[in-house]
């Protein structure tokens, strides 16, 4: 076997995604988010549940898309930083008696520091071996949780109860649906955030890094930098909504935290469309509601029905979401014209 | 001292589990150049598959042979309905592609057999190997199944035009293609080779950590963990590989204090992230050199 490769023919890990493609229009955007503030009050208690839970795991799935879709990188490991940044907010709030709004931003650090830290052996690897390093990662973490040295903090394997927070100011509002409007101001502040940095100079320097490492560094990247930069930024948006998963569950335990969420978001942004951030909100559906119906039919199918509908997105439309979307607006725009 | 000895030999012992499965591993990269994360899995079903002819009173050596045939077909046809459209796409078509698989194989199994704990027969019986109390012949039986499976594969690869043509059409598969080798079907090829040895693997797996859908994960983890110590490049490497990580596994848990059972795969995920910081192309790997 030939140890040298020729890297200029390879194929680029992720396909490179035009910048505009990544967002949605003004118009769409608004539409979705007068949608998702008004929906909330005609609803049942559960079902704000739920849509809090839907806008949490978009928030992870749109953490890992920043990482897969603009820095090229993979990950397999995102149950490990979600992990953490739930297990952050549950301590500081249960033992250190911190107020829970402030606990996100102190876990958001926490796991950017430490998907730096990971990112650093990570730049050694690429492709299906960064995948394989995160992948040990993922079934690694609930055992680490478990650690008997640990146990003092994070309750060992009972795990730790997290109190549900009230409306501040005497707000006429259940929990749960203040809940939701605060993570809703949270998910929409750390998206805005995301476009905005995938928009500037980091931005530019992490698709640059996606589409041709030796072209990106040859332009004065640093692509070391970059690449472990793209990884913390990724833990740190997959940790605040670690620990906003904490507060809605009420609870956080090891096994809650398995290799099956990490493939879940992976599935999620396979679903939304690589690269495509307002995807993540419909591949964050998908791994949510997907289960619940297969479970319906019958258990232990969900596997299987995860497998069979990700082989059909990658057979049928392999952009996923974005695609449909495009593909939708096309219809839309012919019919105007007729 | 004696402990220290022992412990060794019983880190040789389930080493043996470890090498089985980076073997698997690295013979696939090598084969088809990809990592495949439904390896443990496929060699999961196999196992059952063979469990199941068992149940149905094939003897062991029959269930064995028919296993093989089953996985290499099976692995041909996985990769020739699956995986041949996808050869031209991106790496994270083929991870996502990957762990579908994953989840289809471990649902389906566990729908066919449920999930709970069976006995798997071991053809070598499990009395003390010659007179050890560490190492059952079941123990010794995987380690000379391993060295036979290396040396097959050595023989494979370096002395027969298939295994040539194989390793010519994962490396370089232009240049194959120019010398006639039929580069489609070689990978074809891989796939049936590499589900066969990971039904091996398994086979010989079972009868220790017991047969269940869940049964390979953490096996999978230390396969890796071995193969990246020995070098993903080299199958000698990579048996190697696994039997320091046996050794290293059980040792740490005897004198490294707070370390028991529980920590068992958090100590392959340092490892990994240690090889991977200090010597990236492992003990006998080739450093890959890129020209640009």
Known sequence: MSAVQEVVTEAPAVEAVPKKAMTLGYGTSLAVLALLIVVPL????????????????ALAVMALNILTGSSGQFSLGQSAFYAVGAYTSAILMETYNINYALTLPISGIICFGFGYLFGKPALRLSGVYLALATFALATAMPQLLKLGVFEPWTGGVQGLVV??????????????????????????????????????????????????????????????????????VSAGITGVAGALGAIAVQFVAPDSYTITLAISLFLGMVVGGVGWLPGSIVGSAFIIFVPNIAEGISKGLSGAVFGILLFLVIFLVPHGARQVSVVAQQLIGKLRKS | MELFTNQVLAGIATGAIYACMALAVVMIYQAIDHLNFAQGEMAMFSTFVAWQLMQWGVPYWGAFVITLAFSFVGGIAIERLLFKPLAKAPILTNVAGFIALYAIINSFAGLIWDFTIKQFPTPFGSSPFLGSQLISTHQAGMIGVTMILLLLLFFFFRFTRIGLAMRAAASLPESARLVGINTSWMIALGW?????????????????????????????????????????????????????????????????????????????????????????????????????
């Open chain 1, 42 to 57: 005609f609803v049942k208690n559960f079902i704000i549940f739920q849509m809090t839970m839907l806008l949490i795991y």
């Open chain 1, 163 to 232: 109190t549900k927070p009230d409306a501040p100011f005497g707000l006429p509002m259940s929990q749960d649906m203040w809940l939701y409007y605060f993570t809703l101001a949270v998910s929409i502040a750390i998206y805005v955030a995301s476009v905005n940095l995938l928009r500037s100079r980091s931005g530019r320097a992490f698709m640059a890094i996606r589409d041709n490492e030796i072209a990106a560094s040859a332009m004065g990247v640093d692509v070391a930098l970059y690449k472990t930069l793209a990884f913390g």
């Open chain 2, 192 to 292: 049936g080779m590499a589900a066969a040895i990971g039904s091996i693997a398994g086979m010989m797996i079972a009868p220790v950590v017991f047969l269940e859908p869940n049964m390979m994960l953490g096996v999978l983890i230390y396969g890796f963990a071995a193969a990246v110590l020995g070098g993903l490049t080299s199958p000698f490497g990579a048996v190697i590989g696994g039997f320091l990580v046996g050794i290293f596994e059980n040792l740490a848990g005897t004198y490294i204090p707070g370390i028991g059972n529980e920590l068992k795969l958090p100590i392959a995920l340092a490892l990994i992230i240690v090889v991977l910081v200090v010597k990236p192309a492992g003990l006998f790997g080739r450093p890959i050199v890129k020209r640009v």
